[in-house]
Nanobody, 120 residues
Framework: QVQLVESGGGLVQAGGSLRLSCAAS????????VGWFRQAPGKEREFVAA????????RYADSVKGRFTISRDSAKNTVYLQMNSLKPEDTAVYYC?????????????WGQGTQVTVSS
C-alpha cells in the first residue's frame, strides 16, 4: 500500500512559480510511474505530467509543456512538480498519483490534492 500526500499549493500571481510536492510512504517511488493531474471547478480531471522512473519516459500535457517539470528526490521519497510562468487557467486542485502501466491513466494510488490558485 502507498500513501501519497501533496503539499505546496497556494495563491500566486500570474507569471509566478510554485513547487508541488508529493511525499510517499509505504513504498518507495523508485520503480513506480508517478503522475500529476488537476481538476478545475466544473471540469473533469485532466492529465498534467508523468514519469516512469524505471524507463525515465516523461510526458507533459501540451498546455504545460515548457513551463512545468516533474522531478524526484529519492532520498526523501518525494516527487515534485515545478510550475513556472503560471497562468490563471492553471488554477485547479492538483493531485499526484502512483503505480500505473500507462503514463496517462489507471493509477492505483492517489493523494488528497492541493489547491493552486493563480490570480490575474
Amino acid at each position: 500500500q502507498v500513501q501519497l500526500v501533496e503539499s505546496g499549493g497556494g495563491l500566486v500571481q500570474a507569471g509566478g512559480s510554485l513547487r508541488l510536492s508529493c511525499a510517499a510512504s509505504g513504498r518507495t517511488f523508485s520503480k513506480y510511474t508517478v503522475g500529476w493531474f488537476r481538476q478545475a471547478p466544473g471540469k473533469e480531471r485532466e492529465f498534467v505530467a508523468a514519469k516512469n522512473w524505471s524507463t525515465f519516459s516523461t510526458r507533459y500535457a501540451d498546455s504545460v509543456k515548457g513551463r512545468f517539470t516533474i522531478s524526484r528526490d529519492s532520498a526523501k521519497n518525494t516527487v515534485y512538480l515545478q510550475m513556472n510562468s503560471l497562468k490563471p487557467e492553471d488554477t485547479a486542485v492538483y493531485y499526484c498519483a502512483a503505480d500505473s502501466r500507462d503514463l496517462y491513466a489507471d493509477y492505483n494510488y492517489w493523494g488528497q490534492g492541493t489547491q493552486v490558485t493563480v490570480s490575474s
